[in-house]
């Protein structure tokens, strides 16, 4: 049994290598095979990762969000806090599963008690707009922030739009900019929309509009809606 569980472990690091690219050139067509043998072999950090697959329809897999939660719900049951995040966000969403804000809730609470940055992310949402739990902008904004102290980028542009508002916290427009402008060194499009917004509008910082057409046309790149259908109505391209 312990043989079993050495290969099992050596299947999952080496599924996980391969997944990411740590060591080793990215493919998760050989990913996929060594996750589910350690995944099945009970190993949590695999069970998680063969659901991300499996949610993404990477590795040769059929993109199943049901199988994915499955999985997801095995590594959840064993205390890892990736896999509870991943199943809070499947509950949160309705991916995969029907749609249950309470049980999102407990989840991503277990999650952050580990500081799982993006458990911490989804429980400021939940705070922000009362779902699963009642609305309160302050405890929204504490979880973005310790989540955003985390490199999280995604509650970095969401802390910045608290600042930017008020909300939960003093309204603060140089906190704002510094954190979306640290979100977008991320790649994040959302916050390189707000520094647009921010650079167009004069909010800030003293207006400037080639700043804030360079912003929108990143944003554009990285797949925000709202700049690329503002970049389409007058006809440039991004």
């Given at each position: 049994q312990a043989?079993?569980?050495?290969?099992?472990e050596?299947?999952?690091?080496?599924g996980?290598?391969?997944?990411?690219?740590y060591?080793?050139?990215?493919n998760?067509?050989r990913a996929a095979?060594l996750?589910?043998?350690a995944?099945?072999?009970?190993r949590?950090r695999a069970?998680?990762?063969?659901?991300?697959?499996?949610?993404?329809?990477?590795?040769?897999?059929?993109?199943?969000?049901?199988?994915?939660t499955a999985w997801?719900?095995?590594a959840?049951?064993q205390?890892?806090?990736q896999?509870?995040?991943?199943?809070?966000?499947?509950?949160?969403?309705?991916?995969?599963?029907e749609?249950?804000?309470a049980?999102a809730f407990?989840?991503?609470t277990l999650?952050?008690?580990k500081?799982?940055a993006?458990?911490l992310?989804?429980?400021?949402?939940?705070?922000?707009?009362?779902l699963g739990t009642?609305?309160?902008?302050p405890q929204?904004?504490?979880?973005?922030?310790?989540?955003?102290?985390l490199?999280?980028a995604?509650s970095q542009?969401?802390l910045g739009?608290?600042?930017?508002n008020?909300?939960?916290?003093?309204r603060d427009?140089?906190?704002?900019?510094y954190?979306y402008?640290?979100?977008?060194?991320q790649?994040?499009?959302w916050a390189?929309?707000?520094?647009?917004r921010?650079h167009?509008?004069?909010?800030?910082?003293p207006?400037?509009?080639?700043?804030?057409?360079?912003?929108f046309?990143?944003?554009?790149?990285?797949?925000?809606?709202?700049?690329?259908?503002k970049?389409?109505?007058?006809?440039?391209?991004?």
């Amino acid at each position: 049994q312990a043989a079993a569980q050495g290969h099992a472990e050596a299947a999952e690091q080496a599924g996980i290598a391969f997944m990411e690219g740590y060591g080793t050139p990215q493919n998760d067509a050989r990913a996929a095979p060594l996750l589910r043998q350690a995944a099945e072999a009970g190993r949590p950090r695999a069970q998680n990762a063969y659901g991300v697959l499996l949610s993404l329809g990477r590795g040769g897999l059929a993109q199943d969000n049901a199988a994915a939660t499955a999985w997801y719900r095995r590594a959840a049951a064993q205390d890892f806090a990736q896999g509870q995040s991943n199943l809070c966000h499947n509950y949160l969403f309705g991916e995969g599963v029907e749609r249950n804000e309470a049980e999102a809730f407990r989840l991503c609470t277990l999650a952050a008690t580990k500081e799982r940055a993006s458990a911490l992310d989804l429980l400021g949402w939940m705070y922000q707009n009362g779902l699963g739990t009642a609305k309160d902008l302050p405890q929204a904004f504490r979880h973005y922030e310790r989540a955003a102290r985390l490199g999280w980028a995604n509650s970095q542009n969401n802390l910045g739009f608290m600042y930017e508002n008020g909300w939960g916290v003093g309204r603060d427009t140089q906190q704002a900019l510094y954190w979306y402008r640290q979100a977008a060194a991320q790649g994040n499009p959302w916050a390189e929309w707000n520094l647009g917004r921010m650079h167009q509008d004069g909010v800030g910082v003293p207006a400037d509009q080639a700043t804030a057409v360079e912003h929108f046309r990143r944003a554009a790149r990285g797949g925000h809606p709202q700049s690329q259908e503002k970049h389409r109505q007058v006809g440039v391209t991004w």
